[in-house]
T-cell receptor, first 114, second 117 residues
C-alpha cells in the first residue's frame, strides 16, 4: 500500500520563477495538507484541501496557491519565487480534516531558490 | 492561540542511554489532541503517538514512553536504552478539536536527537 508520494524530490529555481509541486495521497485518504519546513524549523501549515476546495489556510501570501483533483491528488503552486521560499515542502494526507486525524506525510520536495 | 514549545534544540547521547524529549503546549481549549512525529534523514514525518486531552494515562510502546501531564501542560517523550536508529528530529504537535479550534496541528520546532554508537 503506497503512502504519500511527492514529486519532484528536488528542484532548483531562480527568483521570480514559478514552481508546481505534486502530491498523491495515501490510498483511502481524501484530505491533503501542505506544509513548508525551513531548515531547522518545524512544519508550517500552508493550506488544506478537501472535496477539491481549500478548507483552511495558514499565514502564507497569495503567491501560494493549490488545487485538489477528483482523485484527491493535489498540487502546490508558488509564483514569483523569493529566496525565502527555499524549504522542504511536505504534503500530508488524512481521512477527513478533524484535528484528531493522524497525518501521513510524504518525503517532501526540496526547493532551492537562487 | 495554540502553541508548542520544544526547548531542546539538540540532544546528544551514547547508545543505551535513556533520553527524554520535552514538549510544553498552550491552548485555551479543553478538548485537544497531542501528537509526536519522528523525522528521519529521509524527510518524511512518521507518526508515533496521539493523545486526547481527556486521557492522561501514560503510554508505553516498547522502548518508547510518553508522560502526559495537564497540570503542567506537558507531553514528554522518553526513549529507553537509545539506539543509533533513534537518531532523528522529533516533533511534538497540538491540534484543537473542531468545536474549539482551527483543526490544523501546530508543530514545535523539533528536537534533534543524535545517538552515538
Amino acid at each position: 500500500d503506497a503512502g504519500v508520494t511527492q514529486s519532484p524530490t528536488h528542484l532548483i529555481k531562480t527568483r521570480g520563477q514559478q514552481v508546481t509541486l505534486r502530491c498523491s495521497p495515501k490510498s483511502g485518504h481524501d484530505t491533503v495538507s501542505w506544509y513548508q519546513q525551513a531548515l531547522g524549523q518545524g512544519p508550517q501549515f500552508i493550506f488544506q484541501y478537501y472535496e477539491e476546495e481549500e478548507r483552511q489556510r495558514g499565514n502564507f501570501p497569495d503567491r501560494f496557491s493549490g488545487h485538489q483533483f477528483p482523485n484527491y491528488s493535489s498540487e502546490l503552486n508558488v509564483n514569483a519565487l523569493l529566496l525565502g521560499d527555499s524549504a522542504l515542502y511536505l504534503c500530508a494526507s488524512s481521512a477527513g480534516f478533524s484535528g484528531a486525524n493522524v497525518l501521513t506525510f510524504g518525503a517532501g520536495s526540496r526547493l532551492t531558490v537562487l | 492561540a495554540q502553541k508548542v514549545t520544544q526547548a531542546q534544540t539538540e540532544i546528544s547521547v551514547v547508545e543505551k542511554e535513556d533520553v527524554t524529549l520535552d514538549c510544553v503546549y498552550e491552548t485555551r481549549d479543553t478538548t485537544y489532541y497531542l501528537f509526536w512525529y519522528k523525522q528521519p534523514p529521509s524527510g518524511e514525518l512518521v507518526f508515533l503517538i496521539r493523545r486526547n486531552s481527556f486521557d492522561e494515562q501514560n503510554e508505553i510502546s516498547g522502548r518508547y514512553s510518553w508522560n502526559f501531564q495537564k497540570s503542567t501542560s506537558s507531553f514528554n517523550f522518553t526513549i529507553t536504552a537509545s539506539q543509533v536508529v533513534d537518531s532523528a528530529v522529533y516533533f511534538c504537535a497540538l491540534s484543537e478539536a473542531p468545536s474549539g479550534g482551527s483543526y490544523i496541528p501546530t508543530f514545535g520546532r523539533g528536537t534533534s536527537l543524535i545517538v552515538h554508537p
